[in-house]
């Protein structure tokens, strides 16, 4: 069979059942729309690859079509992807923002700061709130860049410690 010849029986086969098998697998599936045109598109698409069974009576490739859906619906919902769906009819509510949770975690990271050493708080605000570079805070400080480069060391490894010990952790 030639792929034109091919073509023309597929095409024969979809406009003859089509509908019907689309009617089939919407009662299967309860009214899922893009669910039931997926399977019979994939149906179809099976029946391309089988030319001996567009070989055969229409009535045939009917049945055969009909049990192909049929099976593709029944692997589907006994998939884990369907197991772990939830299926509702209502939306879930929209997560609202949290004012106290940021305002919480300001207050938490200040506390941790404030027990730092002073020089490694003004290392850690330079460097990561005022954006400063190590060369800059060096500058500022009149120290050499190594001595800034250790305190941000430091200042980090403490300001870790001071927020584990306010139960603060992180992944």
Sequence with gaps: MTDPDQAAL????H???????LR??????????????????????RLWRKPEIL???SESARAWL?????????????????????????LPERPSLDAI???VDKWVLSDALKSLSG?????IVRSYYLGQ???DIARLEQVPEGTIKSRLHYALRALRIALQERGVSYA
């Design 66 to 90: 009909f049990t192909v859906a049929r099976n593709l619906v029944i692997d589907d919902r006994r998939s884990a992807r369907f197991n772990r769906e939830l299926q509702s009819d209502d």
């Design 24 to 45: 089939y697998v919407l009662r299967l599936t309860r009214g899922d729309m893009p669910f039931a045109e997926d399977v019979v598109q994939e149906s179809l698409l």
């Design 133 to 135: 570079t190590v060369a």
């Design 119 to 123: 020089d490694h708080r003004n290392a």
């Design 15 to 21: 406009d003859a059942h089509s509908q019907d098998l």
């Design 101 to 103: 949770g940021p305002a």
């Design 55 to 57: 070989e055969q009576s």
């Design 10 to 13: 597929l095409r024969a086969i």
